[in-house]
């Protein structure tokens, strides 16, 4: 894994019109109906402290019969969404599929889940799908703290030409019990930001937590450690949401959230 191979990356501030440093991407785990992504979506704008509103539409569930998500209908709804609230929209893409759909309904930006990036072939896949396509693309880590799988699959989409590329730190599975449901490993995001000081990374609070209470102290270890930005589940209706009902916050706890981080404003 040599140092600085992605040289060219387009700055985040450049992705889309508006969006700053921290970046902060919130909304639901998952879309689940067109009120309910509707109504999330405008107290999370009311805000004024959110840059791109995010919801899962197609869902990579462990076990088979859970809510896999709405598919691509939720992609009309994602539309309504940045229409009515002028807020740029993303959402999770796993396969050629995904994104050729997510392309097709005008979705601001992407990520790729951390199940997907565990997977070379899948990876090489849409890689070669965003062959030609200017949408920005964030990488989720995967599952496992291993390194070079997730450099390598940041690298696969560099090589596809995506410049505006960038990184997200949802912490790493473990056996056993613990406080929380990933294990952060800073050092992981840490070691991959040595590697590409320009390839921003963004905290993922709330898979790293999978409850509501430790989501503030968790984001505010990203700012610390100078992570590009947060990427945070919210929910108009927490305790009945289809997928991590735990873990997300409304808007309202959101807007708290993000008003009580201190952030380093030496990086703008
Ligand atoms: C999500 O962002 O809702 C999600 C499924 O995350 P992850 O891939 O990190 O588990
Ligand atoms: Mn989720």
Redesign the pocket.
């Known amino acids: 894994m040599a140092a600085n191979e992605l040289k060219d990356l387009i700055p985040m501030s450049e992705w889309l019109p508006g969006i700053k440093r921290p970046l902060i991407i919130a909304g639901p ?1 998952s879309a689940e109906s067109p009120e309910q992504l509707m109504q999330t979506a405008k107290e999370i704008k009311v805000l004024g402290q959110v840059d791109i509103f995010r919801a ?1 539409i197609w ?2 569930r462990t076990f088979p019969n859970n809510f896999e998500g709405v598919g691509s209908i939720g992609l009309e709804w994602l539309r309504e969404v940045k229409k009515e609230t002028g807020m740029p929209v993303a959402t ?1 893409v796993g396969s050629v599929k995904h994104v050729f759909e997510a392309i097709k309904y005008g979705v601001d930006l992407i990520w790729i ?3 997907t990036t565990a997977n070379p072939f899948a990876m090489q896949e849409i890689a070669e799908a965003l062959q030609g396509v200017d949408i920005p693309v964030l990488v ?1 880590n995967p599952l496992s703290p291993d390194l070079e799988l997730w450099d390598g699959g940041i690298n696969r989409i560099y090589a596809a030409g995506i410049r505006k590329l960038g990184a997200i730190h ?1 912490g790493f599975s473990t056996w056993g019990k613990s406080d929380l449901r990933n294990t952060p490993h800073w050092q992981v995001p840490i070691e991959l930001k040595r590697i590409h000081p320009n390839l921003p990374i963004i905290g ?1 609070p709330s ?1 790293i937590c999978g409850n509501r209470t430790m989501i503030a102290d968790i984001a505010q270890r990203a700012m610390d450690f100078n992570l590009d930005g947060l990427m945070i ?1 919210s929910h108009c209706n927490p305790d009945e949401a289809w997928s ?1 009902a735990k873990q997300q916050v409304t808007p309202t706890r959101l807007g708290e959230i993000l008003s009580g981080l201190k952030i380093k404003t030496e990086h703008t």
Do not use: L, T
Request: aromatic share 0%; with cysteine; net charge neutral.
């Open positions: 785990c899962g869902k990579p999770e889940g951390a199940r989720k949802r993922d898979h589940e991590d």
